[in-house]
């Protein structure tokens, strides 16, 4: 079936340390990939996406490359700032489905 | 209002009581998701919603658990006879038309279920 994994957390940086996030996917065909974030009080949020094999989605300093060879999407970026500090979820979108499958998320931590 | 509104934010009930979940998704959405958040778990897929058709209930944990939606708007999960491990974060999010097409979903803050 689909499924996506993430690393545990809570990942804990210092302000301007370099950040990854790992997630790996199981999927048939060829999903779409997200990365999703939930800052503090907040609603999930969709933060990016790539919809086919070598795609790079990025937004706010963050970058995810679809990896089919590795089947991953990692998120990484090179600077993170105390309001990063969020939970993170990787999720992908089966070929020909309605439906976003989720990973368990990743509690981010930065500290000043 | 402008985002995808849930109530109610909060509730505490006793085992074995019905609740009634709300969402308003923002105007004009035509699909609309529930997801189910524990701690420790993931986002869990309950039931998506075309409309006011749900043409995928494949994530509804038990015959307890069971959604509407009217007028193509807001939509109403409710479950019977609760049982403390239906305790959990109920997320209700929806989209322009069917997630399929872009991925992106815009979610409410989530109805948090304590159930003693």
């Known amino acids: 079936g689909n499924s996506v994994t993430q690393m545990e957390g809570p990942v804990t940086l210092s302000e301007e340390a370099f950040l990854t996030i790992n997630c790996t996917y199981t999927?048939?065909?060829?999903?779409?990939l997200f990365w999703y974030v939930q800052y503090p009080g907040e609603g999930l949020q969709l933060l990016l996406k790539a919809t086919k094999a070598d795609d790079k989605g990025s937004n706010k300093g963050f970058e995810a490359t679809y990896r089919k060879e590795t089947t991953s999407f990692h998120l990484e970026k090179g600077s993170v700032q105390v309001s990063d500090s969020a939970v993170y979820f990787c999720a992908l979108l089966a070929y020909n489905t309605d439906k976003l499958i989720f990973g368990t998320g990743t509690r981010l931590q930065v500290f000043p | 209002g402008a985002g995808v509104s849930q109530s109610p934010s909060n509730k505490v009930t006793e085992k074995g009581k019905d609740v009634e979940l709300r969402c308003d998704p923002i105007?004009?959405?035509?699909?609309l998701y529930w997801y189910r958040q524990s701690l420790g778990q993931g986002l869990e897929f309950l039931i998506y919603?075309?409309?006011?058709?749900?043409?995928?209930k494949s994530g509804l944990p038990s015959d307890r658990f069971s959604a509407e939606r009217t007028g193509g708007s807001v939509s109403t999960l409710t479950i019977q006879r609760t049982q403390q491990e239906d305790s959990a974060v109920y997320l209700c999010?929806?989209?322009?038309?069917?997630?399929?097409?872009?991925?992106?979903?815009?979610f409410g803050e989530g109805s948090r279920l304590t159930v003693l």
């Open positions: 919603f075309q409309g006011n058709s749900a043409p995928d």
């Open positions: 999927a048939t065909g060829y999903p779409s």
């Open positions: 999010a929806s989209s322009l038309v069917s997630g399929a097409d872009t991925g992106e979903l815009f």
């Open positions: 105007s004009g959405h035509t699909a």
